[in-house]
């Protein structure tokens, strides 16, 4: 079964520092771009970061640019996002995403999600 | 950025109603649009990708349209599962954006 299962969230001052995983099972993860998604509590998704199939390239956020880092370990299926300088307004469940494609692109498997609270 | 706008944000609905939901994109994207149903509490469903191709699995009620800028989900008869809340997304360039969310509610 295609599946993603993120961890690592947790309740975290602000100013502190995190560390998310996402674990790939059942699909070939170094064919894949990866992606991270969050969703604030009670508001839309908001798209995080991206990385290419072979971890050549990342894309980010402006609000998390030069806070939060993507990376993946392709021999052990792995995606993570760390997450340095947390700010009260990065609390969110976080998802990583499969980004598929069949000419075009979409997200076609999502975690169920990992929750972050930034607080004091 | 793209900017993609939602609408309504907020819809009440019957069980067999017909459904439409437009998503406005900032500037073209040709057909790079997702569309998500997402459950409280739980994780976005792809619903519709590359504008108009149904996800595999999905029921055929769900049906999208548009290019360029202009985008429609139509849900043709709508059931008790499909009360939830939809997104747009955008997939032609970084940062892959969403719309703001459609919430469908049981009128």
């Known amino acids: 079964e295609v599946q993603l299962l993120e961890s690592g969230g947790a309740l975290i001052q602000p100013g502190g520092s995190l560390r998310l995983s996402c674990a790939a099972t059942?699909?070939?993860?170094?064919?894949?771009?990866m992606n991270w998604v969050r969703q604030a509590p009670g508001k839309g998704l908001e798209w995080v970061s991206a990385?290419?199939?072979?971890?050549?390239?990342?894309f980010y956020a402006d609000p998390v640019k030069g806070r939060f880092t993507i990376s993946r370990d392709n021999s052990q299926s792995m995606l993570f996002l760390h997450m340095n300088s947390l700010r009260v307004d990065d609390t969110a469940v976080y998802f990583c995403?499969?980004?598929?494609?069949?000419?075009?692109?979409?997200?076609?498997?999502w975690g169920k999600g990992t929750t972050v609270t930034v607080s004091s | 950025d793209i900017q993609l706008t939602q609408s309504p944000s907020f819809l009440s609905a019957s069980v067999q109603d017909r459904v439409t939901i437009t998503c406005r994109a900032s500037?073209?994207?040709?057909?790079?649009l997702a569309w998500y149903q997402q459950e409280p509490g739980k994780a976005p469903k792809l619903l519709i990708y590359?504008?108009?191709t149904l996800q595999s699995g999905v029921p055929s009620r769900f049906g999208g349209s548009g290019s360029g800028t202009n985008f429609t989900l139509t849900i043709s008869s709508l059931q008790p599962e499909d009360f939830a809340t939809y997104y747009c997304?955008?997939?032609?360039?970084?940062?892959?954006?969403f719309g703001q969310g459609t919430k469908v509610e049981i009128k």
């Open positions: 500037q073209g994207i040709s057909r790079y």
């Open positions: 990385m290419t199939d072979r971890g050549d390239s990342t």
């Open positions: 997304q955008q997939l032609i360039s970084y940062p892959y954006t």
């Open positions: 995403a499969r980004r598929g494609w069949l000419s075009f692109y979409y997200f076609d498997v």
């Open positions: 059942g699909f070939n993860f170094d064919m894949y771009a």
């Open positions: 590359a504008a108009s």
